[in-house]
């Protein structure tokens, strides 16, 4: 789990190969389904997101800006 500057959440959800986003209330807002297994998630200060994925046996590291927008 992880929180960006905006207060948006996004959990890991391994088991089904997303991740959800909430606002800050709680409030379900999307998943994104394209990473495959997600296995740890981290965001900087600067809203930078960081992704370790497990897709056909290989890990992976994903790096991403949440600037433009969620």
Not at 32 to 44: D, E, K, M, P
Request: proline share 1%; charged share 25%.
């Amino acid at each position: 789990m992880a929180v960006d500057s905006k207060g948006l959440v996004y959990v890991s959800d391994r088991e089904n190969n997303r991740i959800q986003i909430f606002d800050a209330n709680g409030k379900f807002l999307k998943p994104w389904t394209h990473l495959g297994c997600t296995q740890g998630l981290y965001i900087t200060k600067k809203d930078e997101l960081w992704i370790i994925t497990h897709r056909n046996n290989v890990e992976n590291g994903t790096y991403d800006t949440l600037l433009a927008g969620s």
